[in-house]
């Protein structure tokens, strides 16, 4: 079998992808998801608030997804559900399973992976205590709750202030349940302050920051957690023991890049970010394979993975037309700085493909009046860049023209943060 683009992943990066490369007039498109249904991590959050950049409007995760597939309608491009792909080479050759196609091979002209991302377990954070029922995950709790319509507990701790930790908190206050409290082993909250505030602040849920849960107690289910405030090198302080009485416990500590199969096609991988090393135009270190959303960069907002799935699908329709990308006559590495987490792209490509360069980053703690600075890796600042207030929950972004960059181009580009202004404190209740 061939298909000139293979989308593997069929949730809000991989719906976007196929719809803009089928805009940018690629026709034969091969859509694959090992799920029944279209949509992925969206079809379980019921909540508002998707949407809004986009479409325009406040969309459920489910509407959203539903307006993403519609725009592959009356288009070419064949969906195929319940579909598990096994590896990917290097030459783009794929490997897949279902029940009606049985075991076949796919020869792709280009492949966008948008396999999104998974969560971090308590057996990745290695949580002392025994080992009850009644310790879940936030997301399968959510689609517990959403989906199966299965109450999970009555009494709730939270661990980890990510997302949908906070979501889930809120969600399961509005279902009768008593959520003790959110923990949070940082000093800050890793999710988005919205649901900070509209999901913990507005439902007197206690968020205690720089405190971590240190044991587990019961036979059968949990019966309760102990909980301890954290030094700055996030020990436990003796002494600090707060007991809980709870029935359950939601982990929402960090999300992984799904990427095992971006291991069997040999690309490299940011340790940082947990997903490939790429360039501007999203292309991998495999040529003609290019990655988007959560299985590139765990995602604040849906609305950003649909554009960053959209660019992806122009660079791989690009790929298609001039049937292979020629090789850059040299790259830039982009370096985090003092201040910066993690950069995408990680590689910029030269001469660039378009007029303006784009740089998503997360900063690795809070910033008040504060200015991203771009330099050369040697000290000379390029340009600087004004913040009112960042967050390590949130996604920033710079736009530059490629123009900017001086010629000769520099070996390298470094991207810090620099404070300005203190940083506003958030109280938790």
């Known amino acids: ?71 592959l309608r009356g288009t070419s491009v064949v969906f195929k559900p319940d579909t598990m792909v096994l590896s990917i080479s290097p030459d783009r050759v794929i490997s ?42 936030a997301g399968a709790a959510q689609r517990y709750v959403n989906i ?14 990510g997302d949908i930790g906070l979501i889930m908190a809120r969600r399961m206050t509005l279902e009768g349940a008593k959520v003790l409290a959110c923990i949070e082993l940082m000093p800050f909250s890793s999710g988005l302050q919205r649901n900070v505030v509209q999901c913990l602040q507005d439902y007197n849920i206690p968020l205690l920051l720089s405190h971590t ?25 003796p002494g600090t023991e707060t007991h809980y009485k709870c029935d359950t416990i939601l982990l929402s500590v960090g999300l992984i890049p799904e990427n095992e199969l971006s291991k069997t096609a040999g690309i490299s991988l940011d340790p940082r970010t947990g997903g490939p090393i790429v360039t501007q135009d999203t292309q991998t270190s ?45 790259t830039i590495p982009v370096n985090p ?3 910066v987490t993690y950069t995408v792209p990680q590689i910029l490509t030269m001469p660039p493909s378009g007029k303006t360069i784009e740089i998503h980053f997360r900063v690795n703690r809070k910033f008040g009046g ?43 580009l470094v991207l810090t943060a ?12």
């Open 286 to 330: 495999a040529p003609g394979i290019f990655a988007c959303g959560n299985v590139l960069q765990v995602h604040d907002l849906v609305d950003n993975v649909t554009l960053e799935a959209r660019k992806a699908a122009r660079a791989a329709a690009s790929f298609l037309r001039a049937q292979g990308t020629p090789e850059p006559s040299f």
């Open 148 to 161: 199966e319509g299965c109450m999970i507990g009555r009494e709730i701790v939270v661990l980890g202030s």
């Open 370 to 412: 504060s200015e991203i600075i771009l330099s050369n890796g040697q000290g000379n600042v390029l340009k600087r860049f004004p913040r009112e207030q960042m967050t390590p929950g949130e996604i920033e972004r710079i736009v530059f023209p490629s123009s900017l960059l001086p010629d000769p181009a520099p070996p390298s």
């Open 96 to 137: 897949a399973l279902n029940h009606t196609d049985g075991y076949f091979e796919i020869t792709a002209g280009t492949i966008i992976l948008a396999m999104g991302c998974r969560e971090r377990t308590r057996g990745a954070i290695a949580i002392p205590g025994s080992r009850p029922a009644g310790v879940l995950t």
């Open 213 to 237: 849960i240190t044991d587990i107690k019961g036979r059968e289910r949990v019966e309760s957690v102990t909980v301890s405030a954290v030094d700055e090198n996030r020990r436990p302080i």
């Open 1 to 71: 079998m061939n298909a000139e683009l293979v989308v593997i992943g069929a949730g809000p990066a991989g719906l976007a992808a196929a719809a803009e490369a089928y805009r940018e007039g690629v026709r034969d498109i091969l859509l694959l998801e090992r799920d029944a249904l279209p949509g992925g991590i969206l079809n379980q959050c019921i909540h508002n608030g998707f949407g809004l950049q986009i479409y325009k409007e406040e969309l459920t995760g489910p509407e959203y997804a539903a307006r993403a597939f519609d725009e």
């Open 418 to 429: 620099q404070s300005l202004t203190p940083a506003k404190e958030v109280n938790p209740l």
């Open 337 to 339: 700085g003092e201040g």
